[in-house]
DNA sequence: CTTAGGG
DNA sequence: CCCTAAG
């Protein structure tokens, strides 16, 4: 395959000579995530510091042990959601763990015994933990998380594919809540550690880097008026008390504004580097929440043992003849087997609420606060959205089959979402309140999600808009005096209650760490039709404008980026250099590894552009 | 948004 | 496939 009239030695000589890139990712990411925190583990520590306060309330010493169940109000949440042992297991926060968290990182806030006493505290509140498993363990070993250690299922839902689709599912509450044995143990990595500098002790140290990017450990006083414990990822506010403002409802940016409007944490933001942007970016790639959920199926459990263990106690046989015998239920029903979809969720998650109380409130008016702001989103009732794939299905009279829900395909994109009924018409908040943060690294989905339908392809193409986590990244106490609390509870000023995108849930595949971000696409070997066509457009093109390989040859496959066939190149290059017994995977034509080699050897030779 | 590379 | 620094 020598010399073609119209190339080199084969190639066309492409027309826009490609200068080669200089060297790039030179820079040793990791380095920089030292002496940056992980939020959470913030959050941990000021949990356990505030929880010794708290027994102490009266003597504000802070060297008792703490014993106090410090649990939040479940009561208030009408969602009871089984809290086992997910702490330890998955990644998951039970919601209470988290208020509890929350509660208790406020008041240490509050403590601070300075100058800000009259100043309101807002904090968020957030149970969207999943996204740092590593701090969850850390976690574990702060406060343990009562409850057992059984998997039990705390929401199934069971329903006929053949029906009216998800409203017509039946819910099941079948597990209660185990009792809330929540304690704060003394830790010694949060005991003795007062207000943000415990964060960045050595020992933390290490704990911190390892969690991940975060901001920075910044002690900087709060000196300002309110204090921000953290952001909201919420997209969504209610307002929850009149008199108080209440957030913009537009979505995800306008939140962080709101959210972070306090000059405390400018520089944070502005420091945030790659892991916060990353997980924001989950968020911003869709309005959906996604929580640690647990969702099984029939397909799913299939695939996965552990799933299968997971619900076997509301579901004495999963597979074969007992999926068959459901069938006579639906005699509609074009598959002859399997015709129900079962789910098991195993958990809602309650995503953050913004709360807003001064200073001189207590705890336990704070409590009550959380308590109220809590009731007080589900008291309007709640709205359920079916998310598959990462498009949120409204037409309530598609059938499961329709949208693409059955066994047969992956509940793993499957997802639900809670919303109030009836958000109050949020008002939008201050200008203020928007402008003041800067412009953080936002990150907008670059491909809207897809819409191949279930029915066409073998295997559906995964959106890249996938449901998501509202989990913004904790923010770092800034806090750094200590507290006191004041003696007056002052009528709380319950301030808008903010719950990411509502309430949400979101199978979770708890075996798989990736799942904690969004959902990774379903993977789709290239056929050699395809490696074909890659070839091909490569030999014409060269290996560096994978875009224009893009459109050339795979301009009608969606699911195939330019990223993608840039990737495949090079795991085609990499295969052609094996041997054949060494290659896996569905076999390419020698023929076509031949061309991919001779292709490579050209374009990493001629650099046309160099010039 | 694209590329280029490491993970 | 994912993630992301660079450009």
């Not at 039990?152 to 099941?172: C, N, R, S, W």
């Not at 929540?182 to 500098?197: A, E, I």
């Not at 990499?574 to 374009?603: F, I, K, M």
Request: glycine letters at 4%.
């Amino acid at each position: 395959m020598m010399i073609k009239s119209s190339g080199i030695n084969g190639f066309d000589v492409p027309s826009i000579p490609r200068a080669p890139r200089s060297a790039r990712r030179t820079t040793n990411k990791k380095k920089l995530e030292d002496h940056q925190v992980c939020a959470f583990d913030l959050l941990a520590a000021v949990a356990g510091k505030l929880l010794q306060e708290k027994e102490n309330s009266s003597a504000s010493s802070n060297e008792t042990e703490a014993k106090d169940p410090f649990v939040i109000d479940r009561d208030a949440v009408k969602l009871e959601q089984q809290s086992t042992d997910r702490v330890s297991d998955t990644t998951c926060f039970s919601k209470k763990d988290s208020v509890v968290l929350d509660e208790h990182l406020s008041a240490l806030s509050t403590s601070d015994g300075s100058d800000n006493v009259e100043t309101d505290l807002r904090m968020g509140i957030s149970v969207t933990t999943d996204v740092q498993p590593k701090m969850f363990n850390k976690m574990k070993t702060t406060h343990h998380c009562g409850g057992s250690s059984d998997d039990a299922t705390g929401f199934e839902i069971i329903a006929p594919v053949q029906d009216e689709g998800p409203k017509t599912g039946e819910l099941l509450h079948n597990n209660s809540l185990p009792s809330l044995e929540n304690k704060f143990p003394s830790s010694p990595d949060l005991h003795h550690k007062r207000s943000v500098k415990f964060v960045s002790r050595e020992d933390d140290q290490k704990h911190i880097s390892r969690c991940s990017k975060s901001s920075k450990v910044k002690a900087s006083p709060p000196h300002t008026g309110n204090i921000r414990v953290r952001k909201f990822s919420g997209y969504k506010y209610w307002k929850v008390s009149p008199k108080l403002r209440y957030h913009d409802s537009c979505a995800d940016e306008g939140a962080r504004h709101a959210s972070c409007s306090g000059e405390t944490y400018h520089e944070r933001d502005r420091g945030l580097d790659s892991s916060l942007v990353k997980k924001r970016k989950l968020c911003d790639r869709s309005s959906v929440v996604t929580s640690e959920t647990g969702v099984c199926s029939e397909s799913f459990s299939k695939s996965h043992n552990e799933c299968a263990l997971m619900y076997k106690n509301s579901i004495p046989h999963l597979h074969g003849d007992e999926e068959r015998s459901s069938m006579k239920n639906h005699p509609a029903s074009d598959y002859s087997t399997d015709s129900q979809v079962r789910l098991s969720i195993k958990s809602f998650k309650v995503p953050e609420l913004l709360v807003e109380v001064p200073v001189t409130a207590t705890l336990g008016s704070l409590k009550t606060t959380v308590l109220e702001a809590i009731s007080s989103v589900l008291r309007g009732g709640l709205h359920v959205e079916v998310i598959v794939r990462g498009k949120m299905i409204r037409d309530d009279s598609n059938t499961l089959m329709q949208s693409g829900i059955s066994h047969n395909c992956n509940l793993d994109s499957l997802g639900f979402t809670l919303e109030p009924r009836s958000p109050q018409a949020p008002s939008p908040r201050s200008q203020n309140d928007h402008s003041v943060l800067p412009a953080s690294n936002e990150r907008k989905p670059s491909k809207s999600a897809f819409t191949d339908s279930v029915s066409d392809e073998p295997s559906p193409s995964p959106s890249l808009n996938k449901q998501v986590k509202s989990d913004h990244n904790p923010a770092p106490i800034t806090c750094d005096a200590l507290p006191e609390k004041s003696q007056e509870s002052k009528a709380l000023a319950l301030s808008p209650v903010t719950i990411a995108d509502s309430l949400a849930i979101v199978p979770m595949d708890r075996k798989r760490k990736r799942s904690e971000l969004a959902q990774r696409r379903t993977r789709r070997p290239f056929s050699v039709v395809e490696v074909e066509a890659l070839v091909q457009a490569v030999e014409e093109l060269g290996t560096g404008r994978w875009r224009n390989v893009k459109l050339r040859s795979f301009e009608n496959a969606e699911h195939r980026t330019y990223v993608d066939l840039k990737d495949k190149w090079k795991t085609l290059v990499h295969t052609a250099q094996l041997s054949p017994q060494q290659r896996r995977g569905q076999p390419v034509p020698q023929e076509l590894l031949n061309r991919v080699l001779a292709a490579h050897s050209y374009w990493s030779q001629h650099h046309f552009g160099q010039v």
